[in-house]
């Protein structure tokens, strides 16, 4: 689950519950919940064992779906699945522990089974015990409610890892305050505005690199939204589809993406019911080059009636994008499974995350029950050549763990490849990873002072190996300045003496030392 506020409508009669019912969070129909408090959830089946759950944001706050309340997110809730506490199909669903809800404000959770629904009402408020909070204001479009401000802080610029922290909505005025939990203190976070495709149209967020803030106590930021008027748009549209042709009128994500003048600009979007999307993107400037990468996601991780869809890429050079660019995608319909056990240090791992991947045929996920098994849900109905690879997500491999087959062998990427439909056995074991004796040479360390600066700063080697020049970076990736070595007393020193310059911000820097690089980001403050 992801942090939420539900808001879920009861709409069966009391002596005709024969569908979902009794759905509950916390113990409640109406709970509040902090941005820290993680969720129980509850329900009762009376003649299926699946309801599809849908969350929507409540926008006017009165309690209701109304049909002005975008959805934001399809799961389902199934009776006997892997996150049924007890995995038995036994009428009872109880989901124990659920991810908080990290942003704050009202949604509304609606579950369906057999034409009955059932809804909550989640209100998400901030930790008490924080004392550290992020507001400001969106600025363009002035005074716009209903976007959502959040936090994101880069893992790994390399790869494109990221973690999504806390956020909020904005209210009438476009003010927004975001409540850090304490132990997110005294780090970098980037602050993004991102709309709601069916709240803002016409409207992406600005790059999320732009906007970093270093949390301690009290910080204000604003933020602006990049506007893109009509006229000055593309429109990305297209339809999605099966395998057998047939439009798929189940409600699919659509996430349209624009590198527009040398600038990441990204739009959320929806197919409409009848299999089709549109979403308006920023058109690049004359000259320039422009790429617009779109992924539907329709499986999730509670829809294994799909495979996620390939993403489509566009690349064009000037002159101007064209008004419309057509991407359609094909979801294949899982026709067959792929199954095996995953254990740690020998007994079952339960709730392990699994991913699968064919290529040019998308994607599915799955996690392991509580006995350490899992069923991959997959299509046969492609070329007989072309076989799945099957891996554990990393968030689900404990540090210092590797991943052996069942034949003993270290599977480098938590992978097993050219798996076709229908294979059993495909097992998994963690096992934790054998310290080896270091080698025993001089020590190479790398400080850093003061970090962050205000003027001078000083990078200080203890290395007897030889080292190349210091490079450091600007947060776009273009290189400002190169540091050369100074020696003394057996160390080398790199010195920034603050005649370069350089505006505040985040910057990144490289060193070479022999065969090891050294990487990291340092902070420079007015």
Request: aromatic share 10%; hydrophobic share 35%.
């Amino acid at each position: 689950m992801k942090k939420f506020c539900f808001i879920v409508v009861l709409s069966f009669l009391s002596f005709r519950a024969y569908g979902i019912h009794n759905l509950q969070i916390n113990g409640s129909s109406t709970p509040t919940v902090t941005t820290v408090e993680s969720l129980d959830i509850t329900a009762s089946f009376n003649g299926g064992v699946v309801a599809n759950a849908t969350m929507y944001y409540d926008l006017n706050g009165n309690g209701q779906l109304d049909s002005g309340d975008p959805w934001i997110m399809k799961s389902k809730l199934i009776d006997g699945g892997f996150d049924d506490e007890d995995e038995a199909v036994n009428g009872e669903y109880q989901e124990i522990g659920a991810d908080p809800l990290t942003f704050q404000g009202k949604l509304l959770f609606y579950a369906e089974d057999n034409g009955v629904s059932d809804t909550v009402l989640i209100t998400v408020v901030n930790p008490a015990s924080s004392s550290h909070s992020l507001s400001g204001k969106v600025t363009d479009p002035v005074n716009k409610p209903h976007i959502l401000v959040t936090t994101i802080r880069i893992i790994n610029r390399d790869n494109g890892q990221f973690e999504y922290g806390y956020g909020d909505f904005t209210d009438a005025n476009g003010d927004y305050s975001i409540s850090m939990p304490d132990e997110y203190a005294n780090q970098y976070w980037n602050v993004v505005a991102l709309d709601i495709a069916e709240v803002v149209p016409f409207y992406s967020s600005n790059d999320v690199l732009n906007d970093s803030i270093y949390i301690s106590g009290d910080s204000t930021k604003n933020l602006a939204m990049c506007f893109a008027p009509t006229g000055t748009i593309t429109e990305l549209t297209g339809e999605l589809r099966d395998d057998l042709g047939s439009l798929i009128t189940e409600p699919a994500q659509i996430m349209g993406i624009g590198l527009i003048d040398g600038v990441n600009r990204a739009r959320p979007g929806k197919t409409d019911g009848t299999g089709k999307y549109s979403i308006s993107l920023k058109k690049a400037t004359s000259g320039t080059f422009y790429l617009y990468l779109v992924q539907a996601s329709i499986a999730g991780q509670f829809y294994p009636e799909f495979m996620n869809p390939l993403y489509q890429q566009k690349v064009s050079l000037p002159p101007s994008p064209p008004t419309i660019t057509m991407t359609n995608f094909k979801a294949y319909r899982t026709t067959n499974i792929i199954s095996g056990h995953v254990y740690l240090d020998g007994a079952p791992y339960d709730k392990c995350h699994l991913d699968c991947s064919a290529r040019d045929y998308g994607g599915t996920y799955a996690k392991t029950f509580s006995d350490g098994h899992y069923i991959m849900p997959v299509s046969d109905s492609f070329l007989p050549d072309t076989a799945y690879t099957i891996t554990i997500a990393k968030k689900s491999i404990p540090e210092d763990y590797t991943v052996y087959d069942k034949l003993g062998s270290i599977l480098p990427n938590a992978s097993q490849s050219a798996i076709l439909p229908g294979a059993t056995g495909i097992d998994f074991y963690l096992k934790a990873s054998a310290v080896e004796e270091p080698e025993k040479k001089p020590q190479t360390s790398l400080a850093i002072y003061p970090n962050p600066f205000t003027g001078k700063i000083v990078f200080e080697l203890s290395s007897s190996e030889l080292t190349e020049n210091l490079l450091l970076y600007d947060i776009a990736g273009k290189q400002v300045t190169t540091l050369k070595s100074k020696t003394h007393n057996g160390l080398h020193h790199f010195v920034l003496s603050g005649k370069e310059k350089l505006p505040s911000g985040i910057y990144f820097y490289s060193l070479k030392v022999e065969d090891r690089v050294f990487k990291g980001k340092v902070v420079k403050l007015q």
